[in-house]
């Protein structure tokens, strides 16, 4: 099993729909979370980042971490086809000096139709 | 720079040739990271480098991988003797390092076809 997992989806939503994405993961140790947002032959873009447990909001999206589930989630609102992409959930579980190894689930490809 | 840069963008190499991949960081940003994205396979992390020394190079595939750092900034990955195996996306991220994590931001990546 994956440390972490994450639907592959596509997922194809109408536009101006929430974009409901989600990870699960199995080691107890990550602390810190992350969202990138990867389009078709380009480097992932960072969306959002969190530590710990709680929301966090940031235009159009907003993150949530459980983790006592250890589930994370990703919204967003009123989406576009410009949002079509592959996201990828990532997290760590440690910083500073002895690193930030960002272990990545698979990804979920989304598809905003017009 | 403005951003971490990778060169080159895309390498076609044969099979039993090496290959040097190239990653400029984010100036200031003393961790780096090597990952390789292939289809199907997800990202996987390779290596990571604080400053010129690589405390973690757990994800090194084989002995055929190597990558050095010099002067705290650019990074090469050297494959060799590649394998059709190896043909994948190679991705560059850099992160300020420090007390705390911190974000990481990724290059565009190399896409190394192995023929």
């Known amino acids: 099993q994956k440390e972490v997992e994450q639907d592959p989806g596509p997922l194809s939503v109408p536009e101006g729909a929430i974009v409901s994405l989600n990870c699960t993961y199995s080691?107890?140790?990550?602390?810190?979370f992350m969202w990138y947002r990867q389009y078709s032959r380009k480097g992932p873009e960072l969306l959002m980042y969190t530590y710990s447990s709680g929301n966090k909001e940031d235009g159009r999206f907003t993150a949530q971490v459980d983790k006592s589930s250890k589930y994370i989630s990703l919204f967003i609102r009123d989406s576009q086809p410009s949002d079509s992409a592959t996201y990828l959930c990532?997290?760590?579980?440690?910083?500073?000096?002895?690193?930030?190894?960002?272990?990545f689930g698979g990804g979920t490809r989304v598809l905003v139709k017009p | 720079g403005a951003g971490v840069s990778q060169s080159p963008s895309n390498k076609v190499t044969e099979k039993g040739k090496d290959v040097e991949l190239r990653c400029d960081p984010i100036?200031?940003?003393?961790?780096l990271y090597w990952y390789r994205q292939s289809l199907g396979q997800g990202l996987e992390f390779l290596i990571y480098?604080?400053?010129?020394?690589?405390?973690?190079k757990s994800g090194l595939p084989s002995d055929r991988f190597s990558a050095e750092r010099t002067g705290g900034s650019v990074s090469t990955l050297t494959i060799q003797r590649t394998q059709q195996e190896d043909s994948a996306v190679y991705l560059c991220?850099?992160?300020?390092?420090?007390?705390?994590?911190?974000?990481?931001?990724f290059g565009q990546g190399t896409r190394l076809t192995v023929v």
């Open positions: 080691n107890s140790a990550f602390q810190y």
């Open positions: 990532a997290m760590s579980a440690r910083g500073g000096a002895a690193g930030n190894k960002l272990t």
């Open positions: 480098f604080q400053g010129n020394s690589a405390p973690d």
């Open positions: 991220a850099s992160s300020l390092g420090g007390v705390v994590n911190t974000e990481a931001f």
């Open positions: 100036s200031g940003h003393t961790a």
